[in-house]
């Protein structure tokens, strides 16, 4: 019995002699196929869209409301957000109303109450209004999962972009 423990004593020692530590591997070289994120490529004119906009954020249509003209008022109608991710000139989690004019409605300018969209909104006119920058140019649709819908570039397929990551590459090119 003796000697049976001194073998087992013996086979412990020399496995543990060959053990390698999480050290030990992070220093031997062997590939790693860890895939790393492919940079965002912006669309293009995004500087200039970037710079005529007051406002630049992500978020959620929360409610439109059409509102008539009446003795000389323009017709306009109001859309809250919640801004979901904030770039430029507001808050995240703010509730945010801006006021465009109603014809931009009638030629296709929509909103509807659930839609997820990263707008790039001029700064508001001397009547309060505004929209988005180079109109659909300045309005991207956004996914359930977080997705902002791209313009494809030429031979590549449309994918999504998760917005944080967009927003940081924004944020990039605003410094440029």
Request: net charge positive; glycine share 10%; aromatic share 8%.
């Amino acid at each position: 019995m003796r000697g049976f423990h001194a073998i087992a004593f013996a086979l412990v020692i020399a496995s543990l002699s060959f053990a390698q530590t999480p050290e030990h591997l992070a220093r031997r070289d062997f590939p790693v196929y860890s895939r790393a994120p492919e940079p965002i490529l912006l669309p293009d004119g995004v500087q200039l869209i970037l710079r005529s906009s007051g406002q630049v954020f992500a978020g959620t249509v929360i409610s439109v409301q059409h509102n008539a003209s009446s003795q000389g008022a323009l017709a306009t109608t109001t859309v809250r957000f919640h801004v979901d991710e904030a770039i430029r000139g507001v808050r995240k989690n703010q509730v945010l109303e801006i006021r465009e004019w109603a014809g931009l409605w009638q030629s296709g300018e929509k909103y509807c109450a659930g839609e997820r969209v990263l707008l790039f909104l001029y700064p508001p006119s001397k009547l309060g209004l505004t929209s988005p920058v180079g109109g659909s140019r300045g309005r991207f649709p956004v996914d359930d999962g977080g997705g902002v819908l791209l313009p494809a570039r030429p031979g590549r397929s449309r994918m999504p972009v998760q917005i944080r990551g967009l927003a940081a590459a924004l944020r990039a090119a605003e410094r440029e």
